[in-house]
């Protein structure tokens, strides 16, 4: 089926209420501000039994999620003119998806947890999306904005108004980041709570990896902040999954990122890209279906005990 590509432009106005909330998830400039939000929308890949869709398909109306929401933040749960606006339900863009049950294969690892970093110089966004590999079911997430700590307030406000301004969130980024230290901290407890990592225990993951898109996430990018934020590599960081090479052994087909896999699978993308609780979300969902097509989503990349900047490689088929 053709995938038309539908675009939303929603026309936002940055302090034209007095409501208390809204405006912290908008964007706040002087003039009316625009955030465009492009939907690659495949009538085929919506669920008409989500909990929003309980008219035909094409009512569905794709919402931006609630960043407050999504870190736990949200204070308008009750706000029927908030809710409109934004979306306080993962299920809705990851729902279960059809499956062919003779191709589901049993999973060594129960829980995936994907991960898609932002942030070049520092990182500015730490999204985490936990699907259950058996049911292939979304079960939680955490999302936190992360405060650097290495630069100046300045050259902060310049790299977010860069990095998050053209999408309208750079105003709840600065609203609720935190350190990136303190972002572990809540992590941990997060994973605890889901008896995925224990802190008495130590060491690795308990029935659970990270997926990430590419390398780079875990095996450069969390070790630099580390540094940065002068804390040690925390041991659940020692191997994870690159969903790249993943696909490629599966399908035999080359994906160079997340856009690439998704255009190969027929799958629309949601969200704004870049965003990356939206990203984690849509390669959550390349998650879903390499479970449904049988894909073993096993780790790909682990540091060496003796020397973590040593990582291995499990795959000899890769992309680099
Ligand atoms: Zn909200």
Known sequence: MACPNVSLSRLLLPGATSHSFIPRCLRSTATVSLRKLTVSACLSDMNPSSPTETTSPKAYRWKPMCLYFTQGKCTKMDDAIHLEKFNHNYLVDLHRIASEPSNIRPQE??????????????????????????????????????????????????????????????????????????????????????????????????????????????KTKVPQQCQVSKIR????????????????NFYNRRATGMMPMMRQLGLSSLGSHHLGIDDTKNIARVCQRLLADGALLQITARRSSSNPSNVQFMFVNRIV
């Not at 060491?203 to 780079?216: E, P, R």
């Not at 590599?233 to 490629?248: A, G, R, S, V």
Request: net charge negative; proline share 4%; glycine share 6%.
């Open 109 to 218: 690892i129960d829980y995936l947890l994907v991960l898609d970093l932002e942030g070049k110089v520092e990182i500015l966004e730490f999204p985490v999306v936990m699907i259950d590999t058996k049911t292939m079911d979304f079960v939680d997430s955490f999302h936190r904005f992360v405060r650097p700590t290495g630069m100046s307030e300045q050259r902060v406000a310049h790299y977010i108004e860069g990095k998050y301004g053209n999408m309208g969130v750079d105003r709840v980024w600065h609203d609720t980041a935190i350190p990136f230290k303190e972002v572990l901290e809540e992590f941990e407890k997060w994973m605890c709570s889901h008896q995925l990592w224990k802190k008495e225990a130590g060491g690795s993951l308990n029935q659970a990896a990270f997926v990430t898109c590419g390398n780079w996430d875990l």
């Open 233 to 248: 590599t925390p041991p659940y960081f020692m191997e994870w999954i690159n969903l790249k090479d993943i696909y490629l």
